[in-house]
C-alpha cells in the first residue's frame, strides 16, 4: 500500500521560505512522475510543480522562479522548496505520486497525500 506523507508547511510573511517535504511508503505501480499541487477554498486543486519519470520537470509560471522541485531517492523523499513566498501562494498544498495508466498510457495520479497548510501573510 502507497502511503504519502507531507510536512513542512506553516505560516510566513511573504518574501520568507518554507521547504516542504513528502515521505512516501510502499512501491508506486508503474510509476511515471511526482508533483505538488495546491488548493484553496472554492477553487480547484492544481498543479503547481512536478518531476517526471524522464528527468523532465514541469510548473506554473508563477512559481518557475521562486519553487524548486527535488527528490532524494535514498529517502523516498520529495521536496518543494519555495522562496520568495507570495500572498497568493496561500493554499493545501497537496504531494502526488503518479502513474501511466494502462489503458490511454496517460501519466495520472493516482495518491494523495493528506495535504499542509501554507499560509502566507503580508
Known amino acids: 500500500q502507497v502511503h504519502l506523507m507531507e510536512s513542512g508547511g506553516g505560516s510566513v510573511q511573504a518574501g520568507g521560505s518554507l521547504q516542504l517535504s513528502c515521505v512516501v511508503s510502499?512501491?508506486?505501480?508503474?510509476?511515471?512522475?511526482m508533483g505538488w499541487y495546491r488548493q484553496t477554498p472554492g477553487k480547484e486543486r492544481e498543479i503547481v510543480m512536478a518531476?517526471?519519470?524522464?528527468?523532465?520537470?514541469r510548473a506554473i509560471d508563477s512559481v518557475k522562479d521562486r519553487f524548486t522541485i527535488s527528490q532524494d531517492r535514498a529517502t523516498d523523499t520529495l521536496y518543494l522548496q519555495m522562496n520568495n513566498l507570495e500572498t497568493e501562494d496561500t493554499a493545501v498544498y497537496y504531494c502526488?505520486?503518479?502513474?501511466?495508466?494502462?489503458?490511454?498510457?496517460?501519466?495520472?495520479?493516482?495518491?494523495w497525500g493528506q495535504g499542509t497548510q501554507v499560509t502566507v501573510s503580508l
Open positions: 518531476t517526471l519519470g524522464d528527468g523532465s520537470t
Open positions: 502526488a505520486a503518479m502513474s501511466v495508466n494502462l489503458t490511454s498510457h496517460a501519466c495520472q495520479v493516482r495518491y
Open positions: 510502499g512501491v508506486i505501480p508503474v510509476s511515471c512522475g
